[in-house]
């Protein structure tokens, strides 16, 4: 009996530990504004890097056609709590995934507490033989905690906002292209066009 129950302690140990990295997902890329405005919602926690090279960290309040409101995640006492940035000066935002952190342990939590209600209500009913049956139901709870996890992790991580990246169309100056300007024999000058 001690031998199983060191099994399934094992197990269980093993299945939140693998529950609790997060698998490597594909990041979005946006090239597009629009594209950006559609992604994201009020209350993503987003990183902006404005074209002076100046980081905000926060969340988002507001996506406007000229600008965006973040809550600032580490303010100093001097700072606002919310700031404006000008659409025309973000270079790049990133958005990060969200972790099934959080998932994985309230659903181990819950599976936690209906094993421990369980061996609970097996002392109650029964204390005197509990030499006989506290091994089962402390390895019963063990896979409850295991299974409450995995079934947090997947509810989490079926909710989850993908990563995503935009990354600003760098500023284009005016394009010169030039060439000799040929009669046979020699160059007399030189042709010009200049385009945004």
Known sequence: MTLTLQRVMFTAVVALASFWTSPAHAQMVLTSIDAL??????????????????????????????????????????????????????????????????????????????????????LIIDRNEIDEWAAFYLGAAAVLTGLGGLIGWAVDAGHSKPALRFEAAPARGPTILWRPVFVPGRVVGVAMSISR
């Open 37 to 122: 405005r559609r992604e994201v919602a009020a209350g993503d926690a987003i990183t902006i890097v404005q074209t002076d090279g100046q980081r905000v960290a926060g969340r988002l309040v507001r996506f406007s056609e000229d600008d965006l409101d973040v809550r600032l995640a580490q303010r100093l006492p001097a700072t606002p709590p919310t700031v404006t940035i000008p659409i025309g000066s973000v270079r790049s935002v990133d958005r990060p995934r969200d972790p099934v952190r959080n998932g994985t342990l309230i659903g181990a939590g819950v599976g936690a507490g209906i094993g421990g209600a369980l061996f609970v209500n097996a």
